[in-house]
């Protein structure tokens, strides 16, 4: 009964290679977040739906693409790995953005060889 | 851009000894303040948070105060136990083009020490 969960927990590549991260959220919550955890422990907001829709976009380089199906899930597509996109990424959700509790993933660890 | 500052880094302390963390943010419509622990090889996990009406609150070994004037916030765990061990996040929560998002801290790694 794992609120929020993530797959893979570790991803090694080769540069140049494309991968996706998925993330499912079974809380009823309407708003998923994606986050870049780098080696120094930065948390850093990437993206934000609600309800399916992109309502955060930070300065993200356009390799990486977030997908909605459904309120439900959030999946992470990353095009054209490099070096520095080695990191952990999380997925979260909460009820409503910004202003309440958010409930994390377990993480994905991305290493780009 | 916003901000939120995080002070100490690492902090070790003897095991029964008090732990104090703290934050500043920048942004003064800033309403909501979590604080996240997180756990070798874990995602954060929500220990205590605070709105910006309320000055304290506590949760048994922890507390959290606010001071908006300054715009600082602290958190207070009490009694620390070896399981205290984590790193952890302070965040304020910032409005962008009518969208709230977290601003975390830098983070700080604490060892209680057995």
């Known amino acids: 009964d794992t609120a929020v969960s993530q797959t893979p927990k570790y991803l090694v590549t080769q540069m140049g290679n494309d991968k996706s991260i998925k993330c499912e959220q079974n809380?009823?919550?309407?708003?998923m977040y994606w986050y870049k955890q780098d080696s120094k422990k930065f948390l850093k907001i990437m993206f934000s739906y609600n309800n399916k829709e992109l309502i955060i976009n930070e300065t993200v380089p356009n390799r990486f693409s977030p997908k909605s199906p459904d309120k439900a899930h959030l999946n992470l597509h990353i095009n054209s790995l490099e070096l520095g996109d080695s990191a952990v990424y999380f997925c979260?959700?909460?009820?409503?953005?910004?202003?309440?509790?958010?409930?994390f993933g377990p993480g994905t660890r991305l290493t780009v060889l | 851009g916003e901000n939120v500052e995080q002070h100490p880094s690492t902090l070790s302390v003897q095991e029964g000894d008090s732990a104090v963390i703290k934050c500043t943010y920048s942004d003064s419509a800033s309403n909501y303040f979590p604080w996240y622990k997180q756990e070798l090889g874990k995602g954060p996990q929500l220990i205590i948070d605070i709105r910006s009406n309320v000055g304290e609150k506590k949760d048994q070994r922890i507390a959290v105060t606010l001071n908006k004037t300054a715009k600082h916030f602290s958190l207070h765990i009490t009694e620390t136990q070896p399981e205290d061990s984590a790193v952890y996040f302070c965040a304020a929560n910032h409005i962008s083009a009518g969208t709230y998002k977290y601003i975390f801290g830098t983070g700080t790694r604490l060892k209680v020490l057995a």
């Open positions: 979260a959700s909460s009820q409503a953005s910004g202003s309440s509790e958010q409930f």
């Open positions: 809380l009823g919550h309407d708003t």
